[in-house]
Nanobody, 123 residues
Framework: VQLVESGGGLVQAGGSLRLSCAAS??????MGWFRQAPGKDREFVAA??????????TYADSVKGRFTISRDNAKNTIHLQMNSLKPDDTAVYYC?????????????????WGQGTQVTVSS
């Protein structure tokens, strides 16, 4: 199983970036993004299920209205479109995946993690 993130980089405040995560080896019910800033704990950003009928996407309050998570089930890939970026969004962003459904994407245990991609937002 492998999760490969891409799309990080340096952007000015107010700008946009799009992260992608390609999963291989298994089909995951839930896929999402977490981030960890220097000196801080890892925090939930967003997650999405593969089902079109169950609850689809969940976001942290800090990114609602600015970030959009999407999923391409055929390619086993998720994307995170990040708009109106702020310096506080600076962190290493990690892709995570979970094999089974969960009632709480933010607090669920995730089975696999990517290596992370750096996002830096300058003021």
């Amino acid at each position: 199983v492998q999760l490969v993130e891409s799309g990080g980089g340096l952007v000015q405040a107010g700008g946009s970036l799009r992260l992608s995560c390609a999963a291989s080896g298994r089909t995951f019910y839930v896929m999402g993004w977490f981030r960890q800033a220097p000196g801080k704990d890892r925090e939930f950003v967003a997650a999405i299920s593969r089902s079109a009928f169950s609850r689809s996407a969940t976001y942290a309050d800090s990114v609602k209205g600015r970030f959009t998570i999407s999923r391409d089930n055929a390619k086993n890939t998720i994307h995170l479109q990040m708009n109106s970026l702020k310096p506080d969004d600076t962190a290493v962003y990690y892709c995570a995946s979970r094999l089974d459904p969960s009632a709480d994407y933010e607090r669920a245990r995730y089975d696999y993690w990517g290596q992370g991609t750096q996002v830096t937002v300058s003021s």
